[in-house]
């Protein structure tokens, strides 16, 4: 089975502070780790892919396979990155496991 | 077509009826999936396609629950006899199917049950 938990719900952060929103995940292969992303009234769109270890608005995110964690991370937050995060899974069947979502707030 | 199409975009129905919420994939997609998002609950898997292979029903919530997805390409998600719990916004999604693949999502079709 997979599962992926992102254990906040809200993450409220100010202008220019460095943000890290928790993702964990349990599968027993090797996964593929995904963060999405759904601005407000936007539908939900792919931010970054640990395959391509690419930054994309200045987040990254980095896998330990150690700590089965992909946590996604931005040194200096802006107010337009307030949105709704997703951490996701893929297996070997190429099915979308979403944790709950983390909905940030960057605050002026 | 340039996106997911989902269609309606707004359904309001009365407690007991059914509903049907289709979904156009991207072209060429094998993979279409449909979840479900509900406040507070984050996205729920309900059903994935993938080419020709049995579909894996395992996220559908009860047997009110069905799917299908025609010549590979449309799907039409279908709840009899709807209850108030089922008021959520339905994802589709699809994908080319293969590792590393974007997976796109259409706007939603949001149900409510009243």
């Known amino acids: 089975a997979q599962r992926v938990t992102q254990p906040e719900k809200l993450l409220s952060v100010f202008k220019g502070a460095p943000v890290e929103l928790k993702c964990n995940y349990s599968?027993?292969?090797?996964?593929?780790l995904f963060w999405y992303v759904q601005y407000s009234r936007q539908r939900l769109q792919l931010l970054l892919r640990?395959?391509s270890r690419e930054s994309i608005k200045g987040f990254t995110a980095d896998l330990n396979k150690g700590e089965t964690s992909f946590h996604l991370k931005k040194p200096f937050a802006q107010e337009e990155d307030s949105a709704m995060y997703y951490c996701a899974l893929s297996g070997s069947n190429y099915k979308l496991t979403f944790g709950k979502g983390t909905l940030l707030t960057v605050n002026p | 077509g340039a996106g997911v199409s989902q269609s309606p975009s707004n359904k309001v129905t009365e407690k007991g009826k059914d509903v049907e919420l289709r979904c156009d994939p991207i072209?060429?997609?094998?993979?279409l999936y449909w979840y479900r998002q509900s406040l507070g609950q984050g996205l729920e898997f309900l059903i994935y396609f993938q080419g020709n292979s049995a579909p894996d029903k395992s996220g559908l919530p009860s047997d009110r629950f069905s799917a299908e997805r025609t010549g590979g390409s449309v799907s039409t998600l279908t709840i009899q006899r709807t209850q108030q719990e089922d008021s959520a916004v339905y994802l589709c999604?699809?994908?080319?199917?293969?590792?590393?693949?974007?997976?796109?999502f259409g706007e939603g079709s949001w149900l409510t049950v009243v």
């Open positions: 599968y027993s292969g090797s996964p593929e």
């Open positions: 999604a699809s994908s080319q199917g293969s590792i590393g693949n974007t997976i796109y």
């Open positions: 072209s060429g997609h094998t993979a």
């Open positions: 640990h395959i």
